[in-house]
């Protein structure tokens, strides 16, 4: 139903109107009447009618000025049917220059009223057609840049976009609502169900959490998992605790579902620049929790073998010793002890191993800031193997960890420093990344981004982008190129955010700066 609202100061004239035609046959409904121009505004603006029947000629604002105050200062987008008793060219004139759907003289007959909705509902299901379009392309953009966001693949366009949609959040966390991959119940549906599932999920946490924008569907953070995500933050809350709010979440979710669904919580980060900080820790989570087997009942059961911690201090002395062959060999005893464990010991030991390696960077470095380098290290381990993959995964992240130890203990870096920033300087243009650049010249990529940290003040990757601006700065100077050409010669696709970049950077737009130097 479209919503009327009819102004007229003469309440014969509203009700003749009325009664005239059944309105809601016609798709509409009289919400609400006015008896002047100011009294209708105050209603449009609050409650945003889809058409106004108004009289040309009112105390206080006349049908012309209401309809040229909400078309200027764009109030509304209701369409508007002018009445008056005058046949009056002027008026009609006055009508149309401001957008009005019709122009009506009274006595209004049926027909020709009905001829003015059978319009009015074709433009306005336009509209509302044209609407819909507008909020599935924008809900499909937010998606698309707020899962770059989690992924950590976000420029800060991006980022200011999807602060646009959220604000700026403070106390965020990322979780992960999934259908439980280790779920005997879960096991016997069809994709096409899991599927289905996802949409049920989705939709109960949209009016759980009640703020679909805080809700993404199918985020897919591993691969073909199916999850939807949650942007926690501290508004949400409203004086509830985390824990009791996350909880009653997943005691509803339970009641309304049949299938069985796994909660991954992410740490607790400051704002959305760090959201991918939140989502590694569900990684993480679901890495251990990835080794444990659930019967169905709630409850991980408790098997017989057990880890010895001498098992786990011989792998971690192969690891402070590089030893390749003996960590790949032990990281695959240590996966079949952890599906035996229960599943408190799986945590116990990944927290054991996690503790002891911290403590290897900062005995052999004590200048390294070894809660940076483990994170830098874990998230290149899991970015590099299939999480589902646990002998890969944890063979990856020893023997990458063990590298950068060697690495850290002879202090291997040499002259390479000065190798890898010769390479940028030539190959700036590509995309170059610290774990190509690693292979390349036999360095731990970990352990290459802490000495450029050491070395410049800042990371590799704004390195890079300084190296990118200073030679756009040049082709700025130097040639005609224009300011996409200019993106694309120096290594950015995207050319807004070259642009931004180089405000960032120089405090004004290319074309500016090419303007100040030229004159």
Known sequence: MFK???????????????????????????????????????????????????????????????????????????KFVI????????????????????????????????????????????????????????????????ISVLRGKADSETVAFVKNYLGDIK????????????????????????RLSLKALYTRLVSLVGADFRVIYDVSLRGKNYDVGVILSDDLLKGESENDYIESLKEKLTDSFDFDISVLVGSKVSSIEKLSDSCMGVLVA?????????????????????????????????????????????????????????????????????????????KTDESIDQTEAIEYISKNAFEGADIGNNDESISLLLTDFAEY?????????????????EDIRVNYKDNITLKELGKKYFINSAYLGQLFKNKYGISFKDYLHKIRIEKAEELLINTDLKTYEVAEAVGYKDVDYFINRFIEDKGCTPAKFRKQIKG
């Open 4 to 78: 009327v609202l009819l102004v007229d100061d003469e309440p014969f004239i509203i009700q003749g109107l009325s009664m005239l035609i059944d309105w809601k046959k016609e798709g509409f409904d009289i919400v609400a009447t006015a008896s002047n121009g100011e009294e209708a505004l105050e209603y449009i603006k609050s409650e945003a009618p889809d058409i106004v029947f108004a009289d040309i000629k009112m105390p206080n604002m006349t049908g012309i000025e209401l309809l040229k105050k909400v078309y200027e200062e764009k109030i509304s987008s209701a």
């Open 83 to 146: 009445l008056t008793g005058f046949d009056d060219f002027d008026y009609a004139r006055s009508a149309l220059k401001y957008k009005a759907l019709d122009y009506l003289l009274k006595p209004i007959g049926k027909e020709e009223l009905l001829n003015v909705l059978k319009k009015a509902s074709a433009e306005l299901n336009v509209g509302m057609k044209a609407k819909e379009n507008e909020v599935v392309r924008q809900r499909e953009e937010y998606s698309r840049r707020v």
């Open 171 to 194: 106390g965020v966390r990322y979780i992960s609502f999934e259908l439980d991959e280790n779920s005997e119940k879960n096991a016997l549906l069809s994709d096409e169900e899991k």
């Open 286 to 362: 679901n890495f251990v929790t990835g080794f444990q087997s659930n019967k169905g009942n709630g409850k991980w059961e408790v098997k017989e073998k057990s880890v010895d911690k001498a098992f786990i201090d011989e792998l971690l002395h192969f690891v402070y010793t590089n030893d390749t062959e003996a960590i790949k060999e032990n990281a695959k005893k240590l996966v079949s002890l952890f599906k035996a464990s229960d599943s408190r010991i799986v945590g116990m030991v990944i927290n054991y191993m996690m503790f002891e390696l911290s403590h290897m960077v900062v």
């Open 405 to 421: 130890i060697y690495q850290l203990r002879t202090n291997q870096s040499g002259g390479v420093i000065k190798q890898v920033e």
